[in-house]
């Protein structure tokens, strides 16, 4: 430990995307607490972006949160962090790690720049449940592209409904439906089946689902999806596509 060290400044927060694309990559989740820091001198630390500083971590795990076990009692990983926490104490920080261990006994690889993260109840809660959410028999599978889409016109004016038939990796269907009537705003539902309930509800922001399909839909609707629709009923298709994505929001990644 530095002599008259500064407490460290908070880790920078890591949003719902990237903690799910960690977290589905990664082959352990661990909570760890800092006991040794060691910042690498700058020809030691080859590929460090600037503004950063790599530092050789010692730690003690605390738990194993998620993946394939077993964990040690002790690691030692490399991180690069702000420039700003090179003389700071990291002595007792707890932490969350995403990342594999490297068969090196006691040796963990990050599985990215912000793999490690603050061990705070919101963020421990937050991985619990998309790890929890990715291995449940009935999780979202992970989309592929779109297979076809049609619209179908009602008897009134502005009255109508669109499906689109999703593909996905693993081949188990995810179907969306848009339904329009006149003078009410669309309503979007989707189902983990090629039947839509219309009544469904769309998924929750940052729920596993919402991750699914908002950062695995393509932001157009593709004309592979369309073909044989006639131009009018394509054309509503379309529209009612990009009420699906706005409904969804972006996909945001740390860039």
Not at 4 to 33: I, K, N, R, T
Not at 75 to 102: E, H
Not at 187 to 210: C, I, K, N, R
Request: aromatic residues 4%; contains cysteine; charged residues 20%.
């Amino acid at each position: 430990m530095l002599i008259g060290a500064a407490p460290p400044p908070p880790l920078p927060p890591v949003g719902y995307v990237e903690m799910a694309d960690m977290a589905l990559s990664a082959q352990q989740v661990l909570a760890v607490a800092i006991t040794r820091a060691t910042p690498l001198k700058a020809e030691s630390a080859v590929g460090v972006a600037p503004g950063k500083v790599r530092f050789f971590i010692e730690a003690h795990v605390d738990a194993l949160i998620g993946g394939k076990g077993p964990a040690p009692a002790d690691i030692r990983y490399l991180v690069d962090l702000p420039a700003s926490m090179a003389k700071a104490k990291l002595k007792g920080m707890a932490v969350l790690l995403l990342g594999n261990p490297t068969g090196t006994p006691g040796e963990f690889s990050l599985i990215g720049p912000h793999a490690q993260i603050a061990r705070t109840p919101e963020n421990e809660t937050r991985i619990r449940a998309i790890l929890t959410a990715s291995l449940a028999s009935d999780a979202p599978p992970q989309i592929t592209g779109i297979g076809h889409a049609f619209h179908v016109a009602g008897t009134l004016p502005g009255e109508g409904e669109t499906q689109i038939f999703v593909r996905t990796a693993d081949g188990r269907p995810i179907s969306l439906s848009i339904l329009r009537r006149p003078g009410e705003k669309p309503h979007w539902a989707v189902a983990l089946s090629e039947l839509v309930d219309a009544s469904a509800a769309p998924p929750q922001p940052e729920s596993f689902l919402w991750y699914r399909l908002a950062c695995g839909l393509p932001p157009k609707l593709p004309d592979s999806a369309l073909e044989g629709v006639g131009d009018e009923d394509a054309a509503q298709a379309r529209q009612d596509y990009q009420v699906v994505i706005d409904g969804l929001g972006p996909c945001k990644r740390a860039g």
